[in-house]
């Protein structure tokens, strides 16, 4: 049995929710449908004419990539200029695109997670913050011998999340009134007289992207006909998400020997280095794709080195006087994701017992040539 298109995407977006991208940034299906059968799913770094190919070999009809298809509003589609061909081959192929960027950047155990652990960057924590959950209290009134069950589906939902303490709920019995009126389907009194039942109030925290999620969860396990919540807004934020990750080394080690690691970790033959060699090494940064604007960001974080592409000359310049060393292994060291989205996808599809088959692209989309 396949996959349908929107149950593949769902399991991406538990991986790097839509709601974590930038504002700039266009993510999510840019071209193609998702109302059918997913045979295969090609995961690539970025979407050209090879890698369509590719898919089309493969026998894959979506293809989740990094970098956008689309990026700027489109005025018109002319089939015989290179973008326009692109479209044109992917429609013609019925395969759809379906990008991950900035939000698989900051997402827990997303890109720049991979990174880090590439660099043994430990316990790394974001360079910059963007993104700050807004969480919402829950309240509900339960029946005494039915608290176990809802309580469980809420949590189990998502709910309750306070810092690295999950299951977090308060719950205090008492006792809830009502009058069943005509019409009525009343699980617990009859229609015209007051009933007076043992309930339990559960009180937990709910982050607003799973909010619906939780609500409906909790719902489906009550037994009420109609039930008695509420939900309100909190100034207490929750998790905080950001680009890049810094964090101590496993082991201190120079500059030098660091490029090494950068090498070795990002899968990458060259870098461009800024520094001393015999720097000593101790706090690491990196930032996926281009982020040298963040080095100042990187040194109020500590580091002695941010390892991140497409610098500039200037902002090089910039850096050194300000005192941390730069190691650039290019753009498309942010292929890793190709790997891990690709084993992140295949284990759901095996836990639901799907037949979608997953591949990792063979396609090399660096566009330089190192001589």
């Not at 999510?28 to 090609?42: D, H, N, P």
């Not at 190919?53 to 689309?70: F, K, Q, S, T």
Request: glycine share 10%; aromatic share 8%.
């Amino acid at each position: 049995m396949f996959a349908k298109g929107q149950t593949v995407i769902g399991y991406m977006e538990q991986l790097a929710p839509k709601h974590l991208a930038e504002e700039w940034d266009n993510v999510g299906l840019q071209l193609g449908s998702l109302q059918k059968e997913i045979t295969g799913v090609l995961v690539a770094l970025d979407v050209n004419e090879t890698i369509v190919d590719e898919a089309i070999v493969r026998g894959c009809n979506l293809i989740i990539a990094h970098h956008a298809i689309i990026f700027r509003p489109i005025k018109g589609i002319q089939t015989d200029t290179p973008m326009g061909k692109l479209y044109e081959k992917l429609i013609k192929n019925d395969i759809a695109v379906y990008i991950s960027h900035t939000n698989l950047d900051v997402a827990e155990g997303g890109m720049n997670d991979w990174m880090a652990e590439a660099l043994g960057i430990q316990e790394g924590a974001p360079i910059k913050d963007i993104h700050t959950e807004q969480l919402s209290k829950l309240v509900v009134f339960v029946p005494k011998d039915h608290h176990q069950k809802v309580l469980d589906a809420i949590l189990n939902a998502g709910a309750g999340w306070i810092g690295n303490y999950s299951h977090c709920s308060f719950n205090i019995e008492g006792y809830g009134t009502f009058i069943p009126r005509e019409g009525s389907d009343p699980f617990l009194g009859e229609q015209g007289k007051l009933e007076r039942a043992e309930e339990i109030r559960i009180e937990t925290i709910v982050p607003l992207p799973i909010r619906n999620k939780v609500v409906q969860a909790m719902l489906k396990a009550h037994p009420y006909e109609e039930v008695a919540y509420d939900l309100y807004s909190m100034d207490l934020k929750g998790r905080s998400f950001g680009l890049g990750r810094v964090g101590k080394l496993k082991e201190p080690t120079t500059l030098g020997q660091f490029i090494e690691t950068v090498k070795s970790g990002l899968q990458v033959d060259h870098v461009r280095v800024v520094g001393d060699l015999n720097r000593p090494i101790r706090k690491a940064a990196v930032m996926g794709g281009s982020g040298a604007k963040y080095y100042n960001s990187a040194i109020f974080k500590g580091a002695d080195v941010l390892v991140t592409g497409d610098i500039d000359y200037h902002t090089a310049q910039d850096a050194a006087l300000a005192g941390i060393a730069l190691i650039d292994p290019g753009h498309n060291a942010e292929k890793i994701m190709k790997v891990k989205v690709a084993e992140w996808m295949t284990g759901k599809l095996t836990e639901h017992k799907y037949d979608t088959a997953v591949h990792v692209s063979q396609v090399n989309t660096e566009p330089f040539v190192f001589l």
